[in-house]
């Protein structure tokens, strides 16, 4: 048998696993009274009326544009202008993706971390293992990597130089990942 969480093999009767912490036992959940057909049609059919609507206005609105349109010339300050805000449009857009990017990775970060604490909450004795201590010294070695790595990709780098610490970043979670597992299933202290 094994956890559905983290793939760790776990015996059978056992509540949590020892390497993510996570319940064994998973509750189903009883499948209520459904929907009335009814609700779902009439949703529809005003789904279908909207959509019209909505088109007939669209589509009717061009025609209009389209009959009492002539051409603009548009002045050369005009167009470097409307070039630069564009511009300006984008380089906000990038900033707000890195900030959304480098969000993402903390959050992997912290998931890390909390598994680790979890699990050596659940393993660690009163004295630790020479076995368990060096695991845990790899750990905290490969947390302060993750760290400084995520860091360093919210300084700005360049767009080459990020592919290759995301890259990093993926590498260093596996390692981490396996050294927690390594560190669930180290002999402990009696």
Same mark, same amino acid.
Not at 76 to 91: F, G, K, M, N, W
Not at 144 to 166: C, D, F, Y
């Given at each position: ?43 529809g059919v ?63 970060v912290e ?19 020479? =076995?368990? *201590?060096?695991?845990?010294?790899? &750990?905290? @070695?490969? $947390?302060?990597?993750?760290? #400084?790595?995520? +860091? ?11 592919? =290759?610490? *995301?890259?990093?970043?993926?590498? &260093?979670? @596996?390692? $981490?990942?396996?050294?927690? #597992?390594?560190? +669930? ?6």
């Open positions: 048998m094994r956890c559905p969480h983290c793939g760790e093999p776990v015996q059978p009767g056992q509540e949590r696993c020892f390497a993510c912490g996570e319940k064994l036992r998973v509750r189903r959940l009883h499948r209520g009274a459904g929907i009335d057909p009814r609700i779902i049609i009439f949703a005003l789904f279908i009326i909207a959509l019209a609507g909505v088109l007939g206005v669209l589509l009717g609105g061009k025609r209009n544009q389209t009959a009492s349109r002539k051409p603009v010339r548009i002045r050369p300050a005009v167009q470097i202008q409307d070039s630069l805000r564009r511009e300006r449009t984008a380089d906000s857009q990038r900033v707000r993706t890195g900030d959304e990017e480098l969000a993402r990775l903390r959050e992997r998931r890390v971390r909390v598994r680790y604490e979890k699990v050596r909450s659940q393993v660690l004795g009163d004295k630790p293992t020479p =076995e368990q *201590q060096s695991l845990m010294s790899q &750990i905290q @070695r490969e $947390l302060g990597t993750m760290n #400084s790595r995520v +860091a360093e990709l919210g300084a700005g780098v360049s767009s080459a130089r990020r592919s =290759e610490i *995301q890259a990093e970043i993926a590498e &260093i979670e @596996r390692r $981490l990942n396996r050294l927690i #597992s390594d560190f +669930a299933r180290a002999p402990k202290s009696r």
